[in-house]
């Protein structure tokens, strides 16, 4: 008993010597304020923690209020932290999330699909909210776009589809990292998309959209919707480790190849060719890139 004793001690301690380090932190710096560690301290801190520090640092206590309720505005999964028990966080992003899906269900094509790609761009640099999202919404989400992948075969679609969920893996936070084994279910089949039974026919999808973006016979698309395209693929292939990329160019040399004969073309509009070459360098190694490409690149330029 006397030892659970001396644990207790020691972890309330430990505790809050890490509480006292992240206030002593956020009210000496001179930038804006990130609450997310604060955020999770008190998460994981009893009351009578928090009170023992309070009672130990009271000069600190107004400095740090204001730091809190002026980042609010940046940090909102924190605004409990000062709220009322109460308090209702404001639940118009989910019901908007559901009218898009539903829209996506009804008519799946890019022009449905577009909004909710922006939607979680958006959300990259606030992932926190997205555990907001009620997780049934999410999971519509996921189940809806999922369909889609597997039902349609326009690659703009497809391609919008998995930059949806590129968007939703790379906002990943030290929370998820640290709690893989907790993510939710709809997470873990988005992730799957990204993983190592998935990712070849992710990359597989992703190569042949630049390639028909980079050719001539691309009637149908406009120079503009070929760049948008090339734009979102490498976001989709920033989401991929460089392992990975580098494997499914080794086993697919002659995709690689047709990659960037494509690319280097004569005739290629400009900007396409620049985004092309951009996408060119993420899963290509250096040692395998056409030699037209430091040329290209040095034309670039001088025509600046």
Same mark, same amino acid.
């Given at each position: 008993?006397?030892?659970?004793?001396?644990?207790?001690?020691?972890?309330?301690?430990?505790? %809050?010597?890490?509480?006292?380090?992240?206030?002593?932190?956020?009210?000496?710096?001179?930038?804006? +304020?990130?609450?997310?560690?604060?955020?999770?301290?008190?998460?994981?801190?009893? /009351?009578?923690?928090?009170?023992?520090?309070?009672?130990?640092?009271?000069?600190?206590?107004?400095?740090?209020? +204001?730091?809190?309720?002026?980042?609010?505005?940046?940090?909102?999964?924190?605004?409990?932290?000062?709220?009322?028990?109460?308090?209702?966080?404001?639940?118009?992003?989910?019901?908007?999330?559901?009218?898009?899906?539903? $829209?996506?269900?009804?008519?799946?094509?890019?022009?449905?699909?577009?909004?909710?790609?922006?939607?979680?761009?958006?959300?990259?640099?606030?992932?926190?909210?997205?555990?907001?999202?009620?997780?049934?919404?999410?999971?519509?989400?996921?189940?809806?776009?999922?369909?889609?992948?597997?039902?349609? +075969?326009?690659?703009?679609?497809?391609?919008?589809?998995?930059?949806?969920?590129?968007?939703?893996?790379?906002?990943?936070?030290? +929370?998820?990292?640290?709690?893989?084994?907790?993510?939710?279910?709809?997470?873990?089949?988005?992730?799957?998309?990204?993983?190592?039974?998935?990712?070849?026919?992710?990359?597989?999808?992703?190569?042949?959209?630049?390639?028909?973006?980079?050719?001539?016979?691309?009637?149908?698309?406009?120079?503009?919707?070929?760049?948008?395209?090339?734009?979102?693929?490498?976001?989709?292939?920033?989401?991929?480790?460089?392992?990975?990329?580098?494997?499914?160019?080794?086993?697919?040399?002659?995709?690689?190849?047709?990659?960037?004969?494509?690319?280097?073309?004569?005739?290629?509009?400009?900007?396409?060719?620049?985004?092309? /070459?951009?996408? %060119?360098?993420?899963?290509?190694?250096?040692?395998?890139?056409?030699?037209?490409?430091?040329?290209? $690149?040095?034309?670039?330029?001088?025509?600046?």
């Amino acid at each position: 008993m006397e030892l659970n004793h001396e644990v207790l001690a020691a972890s309330m301690k430990d505790k %809050l010597s890490r509480l006292g380090c992240e206030v002593e932190r956020l009210v000496t710096a001179q930038y804006a +304020h990130s609450l997310q560690e604060l955020h999770e301290l008190v998460q994981h801190a009893s /009351t009578a923690s928090l009170s023992s520090w309070a009672a130990q640092k009271p000069c600190q206590l107004g400095a740090l209020a +204001h730091i809190v309720v002026d980042g609010l505005s940046r940090s909102s999964y924190a605004l409990h932290l000062v709220a009322p028990l109460d308090f209702v966080v404001p639940a118009f992003l989910p019901p908007f999330v559901t009218n898009l899906i539903n $829209s996506t269900g009804d008519n799946p094509c890019a022009k449905s699909i577009w909004p909710l790609y922006q939607i979680m761009t958006g959300l990259q640099t606030a992932s926190i909210v997205l555990y907001e999202i009620p997780s049934e919404t999410m999971s519509s989400l996921q189940m809806e776009l999922t369909k889609t992948l597997r039902t349609l +075969h326009d690659q703009t679609e497809n391609l919008l589809c998995l930059a949806t969920f590129g968007q939703i893996v790379s906002s990943n936070t030290a +929370h998820d990292q640290n709690n893989q084994d907790q993510l939710p279910p709809w997470l873990q089949n988005i992730k799957y998309f990204f993983g190592p039974k998935r990712v070849l026919k992710t990359l597989e999808l992703v190569v042949l959209r630049v390639i028909l973006a980079c050719s001539s016979g691309c009637s149908n698309l406009t120079a503009q919707q070929s760049a948008r395209s090339i734009r979102i693929a490498i976001e989709i292939c920033d989401s991929v480790e460089q392992e990975q990329r580098e494997y499914w160019i080794s086993v697919n040399p002659s995709k690689a190849a047709k990659l960037c004969e494509k690319v280097t073309r004569n005739g290629i509009d400009r900007d396409v060719q620049i985004l092309g /070459t951009t996408f %060119l360098v993420s899963p290509v190694p250096a040692s395998a890139l056409p030699r037209s490409i430091p040329v290209i $690149s040095v034309q670039w330029l001088l025509s600046e």
